[in-house]
């Protein structure tokens, strides 16, 4: 299914290597602009099924299907925040949810971990 600029992910993948010059131009204009094209504002929003009767509304939630390129670009922008912030020491071990190998799930794990030490200590 096509995205809101209705480029498919895997035709900008396969004309990449042509796509890497423009797109450079493009992702450099935007960051001297301060602003994203109005194209990349737009979204396609699908129903999908989540669970129970196909009948009912309720039973389908949002997904919106927004640009190929806009997702590159936040993509590379992510990636250079997040590398400036751990060289520069600015994000703490316990930021989990957005850093490379870490989630939610390995926060929740530490902290039963450390709450299990602490238990544990305790009972001595």
Same mark, same amino acid.
């Given at each position: 299914?096509?995205? &809101?600029?209705?480029? $498919?992910?895997?035709?900008?993948?396969? #004309?990449?290597?042509?796509? &890497? =010059?423009?797109?450079? #131009?493009?992702?450099?204009?935007?960051?001297? =602009?301060?602003?994203?094209?109005?194209?990349?504002?737009?979204?396609?929003?699908?129903?999908?099924?989540?669970? /129970?009767?196909?009948?009912?509304?309720?039973?389908?939630?949002?997904?919106?299907?927004?640009?190929?390129?806009?997702?590159?670009?936040?993509?590379?922008?992510?990636?250079? $925040?997040?590398e400036f912030l751990e060289i520069?020491?600015? #994000?703490?071990?316990?930021?989990? /949810?957005?850093r490379k190998g870490s989630s939610?799930?390995?926060?929740?794990? %530490?902290?039963?971990?450390?709450?299990? #030490?602490? %238990?544990?200590? /305790?009972?001595?």
């Open positions: 299914m096509a995205c &809101a600029d209705e480029f $498919v992910p895997r035709f900008l993948n396969l #004309i990449r290597q042509e796509l &890497a =010059c423009p797109l450079t #131009i493009l992702f450099q204009n935007t960051m001297a =602009c301060e602003s994203v094209p109005d194209d990349w504002k737009e979204a396609n929003v699908v129903p999908v099924y989540k669970g /129970g009767s196909r009948n009912v509304a309720t039973d389908y939630r949002p997904f919106s299907l927004t640009s190929q390129l806009y997702n590159v670009f936040e993509t590379i922008v992510r990636n250079q $925040v997040i520069k020491v600015l #994000i703490r071990n316990s930021q989990h /949810g957005f939610c799930l390995t926060n929740l794990l %530490l902290f039963w971990i450390r709450f299990y #030490i602490v %238990l544990m200590m /305790g009972f001595r």
